[in-house]
Nanobody, 117 residues
Framework: QVQLVESGGGMVQAGGSLRLSCTAS?????????MGWYRQAPGKQRELVAT???????NYADSVKGRFTISRDYAKNTVALQMNSLKTEDTAVYSC??????????WGQGTRVTVSS
């Protein structure tokens, strides 16, 4: 049973930084195709924030490019999202996502990020 556990959410003022972390259990690192972060703001659809493949290829939403950095620790089966220069519009519930090599998809429970002005 694959489980994703997120940590690091919270409240921060605009311009500040937060670091989210997600640890995957129940799966070996070589079975993972990609991991990433998505977010859902109140009243909006869930959207991609950033992903990273097993080969280290990253993809970012235009709205976070230059401010957010995604990284993986293959040995620890974790993915992190360093968020700098946060804006009020970054306020959302951030969820960790994992896709394995056969296309199965898993989600974490989500962690709330609130950016105040």
């Amino acid at each position: 049973q694959v489980q994703l556990v997120e940590s690091g959410g919270g409240m921060v003022q605009a311009g500040g930084s937060l670091r989210l972390s997600c640890t995957a259990s129940g799966i070996m690192f070589f079975s993972i195709n990609a991991m990433g972060w998505y977010r859902q703001a109140p009243g909006k659809q869930r959207e991609l924030v950033a992903t990273i493949t097993s080969g280290g290829v990253t993809n970012y939403a235009d709205s976070v490019k230059g401010r957010f950095t995604i990284s993986r620790d293959y040995a620890k089966n974790t993915v992190a999202l360093q968020m700098n220069s946060l804006k009020t519009e970054d306020t959302a519930v951030y969820s960790c996502n994992l896709v394995n090599k056969i296309g199965s998809e898993y989600w974490g429970q989500g962690t709330r990020v609130t950016v105040s002005s």
